[in-house]
């Protein structure tokens, strides 16, 4: 009934969004804060809907998002670091001849090549994610629930060690990290600026996520969240489609890590812990277990608050003359936690829920207040 | 001779040292009502679970349409243990998933409803028929396959009509009443395209009414999906009123075969499960 006006808002608001990222790209000077933070946004976005798609779609429960995205960081790193900045990042023990060779001979390749390298980066560092969940998916997919976890943790940590481990100082740097990773590339010969290209990443990705979970393969990884048992007498095969689903998930989560080295423009393996996987758990929990746009919302959210809204606990502050205690680094954590205690109380399934964003719902709760209100 | 659809040989279930089921041989002919009865533990869902692939028999043969969907033999510790008959009677092992034995043409509904709680009557129906998708993932997300997407959606809500759920199609399923969870069962069973129906105690918590309701139900589902059913059941009315034969199992051995009148006055069943006979 209200599908003409829901695509007028939407396309509304797309276009605002977009507007807001042109003007941020014109006016980057004293907007460095909100555009770093909207950027981190963008990437934790997708490993959050990633991450969704496997614990909340196809109930999957796995910890393994932060060994992906350290797979697609340091493919996207090791690939994108420009020959003339091999020497300084690899200053402690020297880089690997065939990688100095490999680079020497991109930098031989036409411009077109060029331009679209960061793109090929990004994409090689996911498909060897996918690879890699492929093959180990056959064996750990064989667990359920806490078990699941369990292992998939543990193969994230083990991906951990074999990027820090000192025999492969040569590729990966060890633990020293890799640096001097060039920013974010220019897409479609400059008409979309880099500072816009992480959001149209992320954005192009998290869609064809959405379709994926539209169509008749999501449908029946809800199935198989629902019940497994059901779900195989139904006819769907429990091991192909959880390694669909566990392959995908990699495969974006993956490339989201690779933005993430573009982001962050240094990486190490530590940047890669456990306690990122949490992070993105988090963001999951609190936009919902199962709503893509939930999953949207809280990653911006939470970095935002994490990152931003609550600075001011971390400093000083002078009331009337009278210095508040508990106002110095690290308060603001305390109030974060607090926080997110307080949503998950009132939201006990998390901001959506398994719900999706829609207008109807929106507005739907404006005319309620409206109606109580002229009713009192 | 009727053709006949599902045949089971020698078909026996160990879990350790319990024989759960013991040298069954059912034989299934096309467009029958078949019945499995037998007091509590008799064993009956444990056949139904390894006809349909939930577990690997100890020893025996399932064929199901002329082709062997599962086969085994007692091996490695339960050589030791067996407890069955015809040890050595079979040397191949053949094991499907539940999910190929499905796709083959046999459907099932399940004791316990095991219908998928948080979605609609509609997507629990859509999600069967994803079983006989022809595209791939590919094609699907980005529907190219529009034609075959919206003639799931049609088939389902046909089917969905037949059955008589059709102004539920956006209702959660668990917010069904009995009943009708018991209806969309069956609905999604048939939403796979079987030719053999199997049902584990299609009436269980029924009332009486329900229950003619359903035995007329089922009837009029075998006519219009031409299919071949068979069921578990307690209530001994819908046993007798629709099935061309009973088998009988207790303590995991079939302890009689015939037509409802045959079973009804066979004094072994009467001793084992209807009870002490009226003088």
Redesign the interface.
């Known amino acids: 009934m209200h599908t003409r006006r829901n695509t007028i808002l939407t396309i509304i608001s797309a276009a605002l969004l977009v507007g807001l990222l042109y003007w941020l790209h014109f006016n980057r000077t004293g907007n460095g804060m909100l555009i770093s933070i909207l950027q981190k946004s963008a990437i934790l976005a997708l490993v959050a809907v990633s991450m969704n798609l496997l614990n909340g779609f196809t109930g999957l429960f796995s910890l393994g998002q932060a060994g992906f995205m350290s797979i697609g960081a340091y493919v996207t790193a090791i690939l994108l670091i420009p020959v003339s900045s091999l020497e300084g990042v690899y200053y402690m023990s020297g880089v690997h001849p065939s990688i100095r060779v490999f680079k020497v001979f991109l930098g031989s390749l036409p411009p077109w090549f060029q331009s679209l390298y960061p793109f090929f980066a990004l994409i090689l560092g996911a498909s060897i994610a996918a690879i890699i969940a492929a093959i180990v998916g056959v064996a750990v997919l064989r667990l359920k629930s806490d078990y699941l976890a369990i292992a998939t943790l543990g193969l994230s940590e083990i991906i951990r060690a074999i990027f820090s481990s000192p025999q492969l100082d040569g590729v990966t740097n060890g633990s020293y990290g890799l640096n001097k990773i060039p920013g974010f590339p220019k897409m479609f010969g400059g008409l979309v600026p880099s500072l816009v290209t992480p959001f149209v990443i992320s954005a192009i990705c998290i869609m064809l996520i959405v379709m994926l979970i539209r169509s008749s393969y999501g449908r029946a990884f809800l199935a198989i969240r629902e019940d497994e048992i059901a779900a195989e007498a139904m006819g769907i095969s429990l091991f192909k489609h959880k390694s669909v689903s566990f392959i995908i998930s990699s495969f974006f989560s993956a490339l989201a890590g690779g933005l993430l080295a573009m982001y962050m423009r240094s990486i190490e393996a530590k940047t890669f812990s456990i306690a990122l996987t949490y992070d993105i758990l988090l963001i999951v929990v609190i936009g919902g277990i199962g709503s893509v746009t939930g999953s949207v919302l809280a990653s911006f959210l939470v970095t935002a608050s994490k990152e931003w809204w609550l600075r001011f606990f971390d400093q000083p502050l002078d009331l009337f003359g009278w210095q508040v205690p508990l106002f110095k680094t690290g308060f603001r954590m305390v109030i974060f936690s607090i926080l997110l205690m307080v949503v998950v109380l009132i939201y006990r399934r998390g901001l959506m829920g398994t719900n999706e964003f829609s207008w109807d719902r929106i507005l739907g709760r404006f005319k309620r207040r409206k109606n109580a209100k002229g009713g009192a | 001779m009727d053709e006949i659809v599902l045949k089971t040989e020698h078909l026996t279930m160990q879990f350790g040292g319990v024989v759960a089921v013991d040298d069954l041989n059912i034989e299934i002919p096309k467009g029958h009502i078949t019945a499995l009865i037998g007091p509590n533990g008799a064993g009956k869902t444990t056949a139904f679970n390894v006809i349909?692939g939930?577990y690997v028999p100890t020893n025996g043969r399932v064929i199901f349409q002329g082709e062997i969907i599962g086969e085994n033999h007692p091996r490695a510790k339960m050589k030791k243990i067996y407890g069955g008959k015809d040890r050595s009677h079979f040397t191949r092992q053949v094991v499907n998933?539940?999910?190929?034995i499905?796709?083959l043409g046999m459907?099932?509904t399940?004791q316990n409803i095991?219908?998928?709680?948080?979605?609609t009557v509609f997507?629990n129906v859509?999600?069967?028929?994803?079983?006989?998708?022809n595209?791939g993932?590919l094609r699907?997300?980005?529907?190219l396959?529009r034609a075959e997407?919206r003639s799931?959606r049609d088939k389902s809500r046909e089917l969905l009509r037949t059955v008589g759920l059709e102004e539920h199609l956006d209702e959660k399923a668990s917010s069904l009443p009995y009943g009708k969870q018991r209806r969309l069962e069956i609905a999604?069973?048939l939403?796979?395209e079987p030719s053999l129906l199997l049902l584990d105690e299609p009436a269980a918590g029924m009332n009486p009414k329900e229950t003619e309701e359903l035995a007329s139900f089922i009837q009029s589902i075998k006519e219009s999906f031409s299919l071949t059913v068979f069921l578990i059941e307690h209530h001994m009315n819908l046993v007798m009123d629709i099935s061309d034969k009973i088998y009988v199992l207790d303590y995991g051995e079939t302890i009689a075969v015939g037509t409802a009148k045959e079973v009804q006055n066979n004094p072994a069943v009467i001793q084992a499960y209807l009870g002490v006979e009226e003088a």
């Open positions: 349909t939930g998933t539940p999910d190929k499905t796709r459907a099932r399940f095991r219908l998928f709680k948080d979605l997507e859509l999600i069967a028929k994803h079983c006989r998708i595209a993932l699907a997300t980005f529907r396959n997407e799931m999604r069973a939403a796979t």
